[in-house]
């Protein structure tokens, strides 16, 4: 009868392996989160309230039905803007155009280079972060599975 005072951590083997599955799942949960919060804001971003704008829909805009000319370049509406002016709804961003037909100067939505670019680095910013961290999982189960069998090869030669 042999006793075993070795008390095994609880790192060891199969309890290391389990426990980076439980971490892998938690964090491919908090990436899907963070994924469905990231297409929510984006949409905020870019679509229209139509739900709480569409009793205050004003006509169809000039710049749908004739010829118009651009009166002032694409500009960042203020938050007052953002209240009455309709088109800074969508985007935070609006232009000035002229309908020379109907005589009338009305706001158009666009999208502005500066807003595009830091969407651009922002999205760049998170790919970048996922491949570190998954490079860091990669290197963690890797590390786990080269004890496992630094293990497994221990005891088959202990029991030669």
């Known amino acids: 009868m042999s006793t075993n005072w070795e008390v095994p951590t609880p790192f060891e083997g199969p309890a290391l392996v389990n426990w980076c599955r439980q971490i892998l799942r938690g964090f491919l949960l908090t990436l ?13 971003l870019t679509l ?40 800074c709804v969508k985007t935070g961003f609006a232009m000035k155009i002229d309908c020379p037909t109907s005589q009338r100067e009305e706001y158009k939505s ?9 969407l651009f680095w922002r999205f760049e910013g998170t790919v970048i972060s996922l491949a570190a961290v998954f490079a860091a999982l990669v290197v963690l189960r ?19």
Do not use: H
Request: net charge positive; with cysteine.
């Open 48 to 87: 229209n309230e139509a739900k709480n704008s569409a009793s205050s829909l004003p006509a169809t805009p000039c710049w749908q039905r004739e010829q118009f000319v651009v009166a002032g370049e694409c500009k960042k509406c203020t938050l007052f803007e953002v209240k009455t002016i309709f088109a």
């Open 32 to 44: 899907l989160y963070l994924f469905v919060v990231n297409v929510r804001l984006a949409d905020m």
């Open 142 to 160: 890797q590390r786990a599975l080269d004890r496992l069998a630094s293990e497994k090869v221990r005891k088959q030669i202990e029991s030669i």
């Open 110 to 118: 666009c999208r502005s280079a500066s807003m595009e670019e830091t």
